[in-house]
């Protein structure tokens, strides 16, 4: 669990969603561990979103998944490797 999340899993921060069309954009979803409120859906949007092959990312925090549409085949050891840096637990393709 993420250090902002308090033991009930409330929090006051709200996350963004970010979409652009592009042809060749593949859709992958991943199942993340650790995520309890909004706080973690915002970080796990900015983070995964900052990649440079990362078109959208969007967090279903109560389902444990994280969809992220890259612009081709996704690189799944960097997408994991942003995902724990953050205080989560990617653990592998939903």
């Known amino acids: 669990m993420s250090d902002c999340c308090t033991t009930d899993g409330s929090c006051q921060t709200s996350a ?11 859709e992958t979803v991943y199942a993340v561990s650790g995520m309890t409120c909004g706080h973690c859906k ?5 983070e995964i979103g900052a990649l440079d092959s990362v078109i959208s990312v969007d967090v279903d925090v109560a ?9 081709g085949e996704p690189d799944d050891g960097l997408i994991a490797k942003v995902v724990d840096e953050a205080g989560y637990e990617l653990t592998g393709r939903a």
Do not use: H, I, N, W
């Open 16 to 26: 963004t969603e970010t979409t652009t069309a592009v042809a060749d954009a593949q």
């Open 42 to 46: 915002s970080t796990l949007t900015k």
């Open 63 to 71: 389902g444990g998944r994280v969809t992220v549409t890259t612009g």
